[in-house]
């Protein structure tokens, strides 16, 4: 099997595996109003025992940040504060995958979050996904891991009953045939930003 149909392969079944753990977690919430499973989790809490921040680093942004889907992004980098946090205290000596996760946090918040969620923004954000998903993979050095890293980066991203609800919505505007192209291959998928 030629690799880039094994990638679309394995890619499609994460994401119909994603999708029914998350609709299930979004059933939940709606239901009970809160998480199925017991929280803080010591990934999804690193940022909060973690003190070596540069100076200068937006502050935690607290249940101030929680109050709207776009949260607070203090210093404009297109990255709320508190994922921008947490991202730094997950990997605090790994620049070139602390880039490639805000890379992924601002396609689900350019994007997966929008407010105005359309056919045309979702065709443009089809190449940011492939880059940001690429970039992943090739920083945390394979599909598996790079997917396990997404994945504990989403759960920071929807971290609320309101985005989690949000991202859903969204999701389900996208039809089969606005996934359906080429999806390149690229040489250099990642910002550095």
């Given at each position: 099997?030629?690799?880039?149909?094994?990638?679309w392969l394995v890619l499609i079944a994460i994401a119909v595996i994603a999708a029914l753990i998350y609709g299930g977690q979004a059933w939940w919430l709606r239901k009970h109003g809160g998480s199925p499973q017991?929280?803080?989790n010591p990934i999804l809490d690193v940022d909060?025992?973690?003190s070596r921040f540069p100076p200068g680093f937006p502050a935690d942004p607290?249940?101030?940040?929680?109050?709207?889907?776009q949260g607070i992004d203090a210093d404009h980098d297109g990255v709320r504060d508190d994922v921008q946090r947490w991202i730094y205290a997950f990997a605090?000596?790994?620049?070139?995958k602390q880039m490639a996760l805000r890379q992924m946090t601002r396609f689900y918040q350019e994007y997966s979050l929008n407010d105005e969620f359309n056919p045309d923004l979702i065709a443009r954000g089809k190449e940011p996904l492939d880059r940001a998903v690429q970039c992943i993979y090739?920083?945390?050095n394979d599909e598996m891991h790079g997917y396990a890293e997404e994945t504990y980066l989403k759960a920071k991203i929807l971290n609320t009953y309101s985005r989690v609800k949000r991202y859903w919505e969204n999701n389900d505007k996208i039809t089969t045939k606005e996934m359906e192209g080429d999806h390149p291959r690229y040489e250099s998928p990642c910002d550095n930003q």
């Open positions: 099997m030629p690799r880039r149909k094994k990638f017991a929280l803080p909060k025992h973690f607290g249940e101030a940040g929680k109050k709207t889907i605090p000596n790994e620049p070139k090739r920083t945390f």
